[in-house]
């Protein structure tokens, strides 16, 4: 209950500083009356093979308002990087406009550049209609031929705005330039001719006049569908049309994998139970004759690692984490958010991690506080800091691109001030009381087998159970299992798509955890059977070198998978990339560690020993 009404607090605080969120299903309606004014807001434009790299819309010369007025926006919206000001264009409800004039500019041979620069890198603008995103071209780009090699380019100074209404509501809207003629732009910026908006040529510079005309068009479809009309628009190419068989064939091979895995263990465990058991009556004191394997290594495999308190800063990262992941998917099947713009997951996911700080300190105190950590202190601090510093240096060098290049994406001083008081406030602070928490209710260690004051020697180990090796096995194979939902998944966040399928997501983020958990515990065995009781850190780093993989997938898809270039987009996307991949082999890691203690801890205890 407390967690929730921190969680709504938080919630409150956001929107009293960027005005209203992100709303799910239909949005919020809007009642309109015949004649009334429908604000259109400008918002942002952008390289189309680049969607992280965004700039003002009025960054281009384009017709605007002499003072500009922009819109207040949420959280998630400003992560997003919309800055939706509002426009010149004067739309009614339900009243046609025809070829109004929007206004006429004289622009300069720079100002032509700039145009001409942007329409070549194949620039697209997004407005917004009452919380509906409209996208187009800011122009037209033409290359024929070789021999002759011919370049046109050409702006489009008139748009269609097409707007479907039912009842009072808008449900639809999108722009248009089917019928109309690009104003060709020529090198140097000279006179041009052809095309609506054709002005006479200025001193260096062209004169465009810019217009616009508005259809209204009747709809059957209610306020509250109105999202099933935008998931229909194909102005970005849609290619999830075979999500739903490729899923079910990576199911169906992760599924055979865990059952051969699970079934040869059981076997495996099976006889050595048998073997190890046998002279149960025989004493127990001297358990080196004749023996060999994992239950030689008893009194040494309880023995605590080094580095704890980064073990168990990892571990406690890593599920809060686990926990964050879950919450996000459950609210995203429970129809939460607004599947048509990621501005309500980014603020879900900062609220989330801030709460779930405690989850953090908690776990990882509690477990440090187990195998006998004294700085207690320290580990809260680690714990803490573990995500957030790579988080923070990231996004300073990411930010910093951003700002530099005057892309809407830098996030603005008052966004950055809330963001570093909400970890500050509520983030460090329920770390610290999860951890306080955490130290005063841990229990014992629970270790089924005595642990001797001198450690046994080591034998040498073939090359097969290197760690590295293991690290290869254990990580390509829980990647595998998710290798081709993290396509959509890619093509959603560095993408155009709209991920909707949230409950084939949680049935392969169930399976990633349950192939994590069993080849952790296959290969933990193996270790062990060695005789190398070294488990804790190579369990942890098994699994956890899926981040590695998903991290070498993210060059990939970069390379082969996507048309992003340049010093923004680069920097934008491997950055994060990294972050995810942190993420990533922190939650596996910790998954993968609990499953090889509690197996361990089974098999041992289930020996007949003193």
């Known amino acids: ?80 990087g919309d800055r939706m000001a509002q426009s010149l264009y004067h739309i009614r409800f339900r009243e046609n406009v025809e070829k109004k004039t929007l206004c006429q500019l ?63 509501s808008v449900i639809f809207a999108n722009v248009s330039v089917k019928d109309v003629k690009p104003m060709p732009l020529e090198e140097g910026g000279g006179p041009v001719a052809g095309g609506v908006g054709v002005g006479g040529a200025v001193g260096s510079g062209i004169t465009v006049t810019h217009t616009y005309s508005v259809r209204w068009f009747e709809s059957q479809l209610p306020h ?8 229909d628009h194909s102005f970005f190419p849609k290619t999830l049309e075979i999500h739903w068989l490729s899923i079910i064939n990576s199911l169906v091979l992760v599924v055979l994998l865990l059952g051969f895995v699970i079934i040869i263990l059981m076997r495996v465990l099976k006889n050595d139970f048998a073997r190890y058991n046998v002279e149960e009556e025989s004493a127990c004191d001297d358990l080196d004759h004749g023996d060999n394997g994992w239950k030689i290594i008893h009194t040494d495999v ?33 129809g939460m958010f607004n599947v048509h713009r990621h501005g309500a997951i980014n603020s879900a996911a900062i609220v989330l991690y801030a709460l779930t700080s405690c989850v953090s300190g ?99 180990q073939p090359w097969y159970k290197n760690a590295a090796v293991h690290m290869a096995i254990g990580g390509f194979l829980p990647f595998s299992a998710i290798s081709v939902e993290l396509y959509y998944i890619f093509a959603t966040v560095w993408g155009r798509e709209h991920y909707t399928l949230y409950g084939i997501l949680l049935c392969v983020f169930a399976i990633l955890l349950s192939v994590g958990a069993c080849i952790s515990v296959a290969l933990t065995y193996f270790l062990l059977s060695g005789e190398d009781y070294r488990w804790w850190w190579r369990s942890v780093l098994s699994a956890g070198s899926t981040g590695l993989f998903i991290f070498v997938y993210s060059v990939f898809y970069y390379r082969n998978r996507s048309s992003m270039s340049g010093l923004v987009q680069s920097a934008e996307f491997f950055g994060y990339s990294l972050l995810t991949a942190l993420v990533f082999s922190l939650m596996l890691g910790a998954v993968s560690f609990w ?16």
């Open 595 to 610: 499953a090889s203690l509690t197996f361990i801890r089974y098999i041992y205890r289930s020996l007949k020993m003193d």
């Open 302 to 334: 309880f023995r605590f690692p080094p580095y704890k308190s980064l073990l168990c800063a990892v571990l406690g990262v890593g599920a809060q984490f686990l926990t964050l992941a879950t919450a996000i998917i459950v609210m995203a099947l429970l």
């Open 362 to 460: 908690y776990v990882s105190c509690s477990f440090y506080t187990q195998i006998h950590g004294q700085r207690w202190v320290w580990n809260i601090i680690l714990t803490s800091s573990l995500f957030s510093a790579p988080l923070f240096l990231t996004w300073s060098v990411v930010n910093s691109v951003h700002w530099w290049s005057g892309s809407t994406q830098a996030l603005p001083a008052t966004t950055v001030l809330l963001l570093l008081g909400a970890w500050a406030v509520v983030g460090f602070p329920l770390t610290v009381i999860g951890g306080i928490v955490g130290k005063n209710r841990a229990g014992s260690f629970q270790a089924p087998c005595r642990t001797r004051n001198i450690a046994r020697q080591i034998p040498t």
């Open 224 to 231: 509250a569908r109105r999202g099933e009309r935008l998931r």
């Open 1 to 80: 209950m407390m967690m929730m009404m921190m969680m709504m607090m938080m919630m409150m605080v956001f929107e009293m500083q960027f005005g209203v969120g992100c709303v799910s299903g239909g949005g919020r309606k809007m009642a309109y009356k015949q004649g009334d004014n429908v604000t259109l807001y400008v918002n942002k434009v952008g390289p189309y093979h680049n969607p992280q790299e965004t700039y003002h819309y009025y960054t281009l010369p384009v017709c605007r308002p002499d003072k500009v007025h922009h819109k207040s926006l949420s959280l998630g919206e400003v992560l997003d």
């Open 106 to 168: 004289t622009l300069s041979e720079k100002q032509v550049d700039q145009l001409r620069e942007a329409i070549e890198e194949l620039y697209y603008f997004e407005f917004v209609v009452d919380e509906i995103p409209i996208w187009g071209f800011v122009g037209y780009m033409e290359e024929s031929g070789f021999l002759p090699h011919s370049h046109k380019v050409g702006l489009w100074t008139h748009l269609d705005f097409n707007i479907e209404y039912n009842s009072d």
